[in-house]
């Protein structure tokens, strides 16, 4: 086989440019890689910066109302909130809690305290040593959560929440 010069000159071409597109592949798709972390991280960082850091404070019962206390410690502004308490009916006491949704603002400033009332309407409420209680909501960067309390009370009259997990929903 002989190979005249020119055919040799285009086969090196060739070859080297098959090695340029390679290595233009590589970097291309190291270049996609590295977008993708720096999208992953703008985007943690969106979510710190709106960061909600809501707790209940306090439970009440006035007019024979359940009343949940929440309080926004973030510096995000919580809203799409959802509250809700689980109880057991006082005619059928060993039936498994009833999820009984609170009403109550929407919203929760940041560094600010809201109210959720637990109507009792058709159903006598009675409280466990420990009731469950969980709240949703979501914040301006699109993040939403879900955090789990469990209220408790000793002998002497001491509230206590005991968070049992918060978690991002998406």
């Known amino acids: ?5 020119t055919e040799i000159s285009q086969f090196t071409i060739a070859l080297i440019s098959l090695i340029v597109s390679f290595f233009t592949y590589k970097v291309a798709k190291n270049s996609l890689n590295v977008s993708k972390n720096a999208l992953a ?4 960082i969106s979510d710190i910066s709106q960061r909600c850091i809501i707790y209940p404070v306090d439970i009440s ?6 009343c949940l206390t929440f309080e926004n410690n973030g510096v995000g502004l919580a809203f799409n909130i959802k509250v809700f308490m689980y109880v057991r009916d006082t005619q059928d ?24 009332i637990i109507e009792q309407e058709g159903i006598a409420l009675s409280l466990e040593r420990e009731t469950p209680l969980s709240i ?33 929903l998406n």
Do not use: C, H
């Open 41 to 44: 991280l703008t985007k943690e």
């Open 61 to 66: 019962f006035p007019n024979g109302r359940g």
């Open 1 to 5: 086989m002989n190979m005249t010069i």
């Open 136 to 168: 949703f909501w979501e914040t301006l960067s699109g993040a939403k959560y879900e955090a789990q309390w469990v209220w408790s009370q000793d002998p002497y009259g001491d509230v206590d929440f005991s968070l049992l997990e918060e978690k991002k």
């Open 93 to 116: 006491i060993n039936n498994d809690f009833v999820k009984k949704k609170a009403s109550g603002p929407r919203v929760i400033n940041p560094n600010s305290k809201q109210n959720y």
